[in-house]
């Protein structure tokens, strides 16, 4: 079985670049000149540490029997015209559970119970490197289907056994077609430990 998780957003020959910030955060420095060690950049007046790191993020497969829901990203969003399963940034202070309920339904519209891990990925673009844990969940309560944050022109429920439309990430394929192959139950999550719990 495939189990590849680390997936390049970036056409051939370009480099990922993280982006630095223009001031220090904690002396309000301007960084005209850098100190860069690695992964990480220090400020010259107060020496204060910036690491570059991953930016973490959420993927949710919502599924019902052999059906699954994805979105058609608006034209503003990063690869505007294609389709992707609700996903998104985890917010400062905000859990990963209840930052994939609150992409859920933020894109969808539609209210959702987590039931597992179904993988954590990798993705390279050309500007930032993210860290994705990807969730399976199932629609629960009332609610419905529509797009509330204007990230998503058009959702559907697709089969399993149609073709994909024009996919926005490769990762969404990999996860779509793995998912369906096995049915894996993934790693179960409490959501008791999530600051909103369902």
């Not at 051939?12 to 100190?35: A, H, M, N, R």
């Not at 860069?36 to 919502?62: D, F, K, M, T």
């Not at 209840?98 to 039931?115: C, Y």
Request: with cysteine; glycine share 8%.
């Amino acid at each position: 079985m495939d189990v590849e998780q680390v997936f390049r957003q970036c056409k051939d020959g370009e480099k990922v670049q993280s982006k630095i910030p223009v001031y220090c955060t904690d002396c309000g420095t301007c960084f005209d000149s850098l100190d860069r060690h690695g992964n990480q950049v220090s400020c010259h007046n107060c020496g204060e540490i910036y690491y570059l790191n991953p930016i973490p993020a959420v993927s949710v497969l919502v599924v019902d029997g052999d059906n699954y829901l994805m979105g058609k990203r608006s034209t503003l969003s990063f690869e505007g015209g294609k389709w992707s399963l609700p996903c998104g940034y985890i917010e400062f202070n905000e859990d990963f559970l209840t930052a994939a309920r609150r992409e859920v339904k933020e894109e969808t519209g539609l209210e959702v119970e987590i039931s597992s891990i179904i993988s954590v990925m990798t993705n390279y673009f050309v500007d930032k490197q993210t860290l994705v844990v990807v969730l399976l969940a199932k629609v629960v309560g009332i609610g419905n289907l529509r797009n509330t944050d204007g990230e998503m022109t058009e959702l559907k429920w697709f089969s399993s056994k149609e073709n994909l439309p024009e996919m926005a990430f490769e990762a969404d394929i990999h996860i779509i077609k793995r998912y369906f192959a096995d049915r894996t139950a993934g790693a179960p999550v409490d959501a008791r430990y999530s600051r909103s719990s369902r």
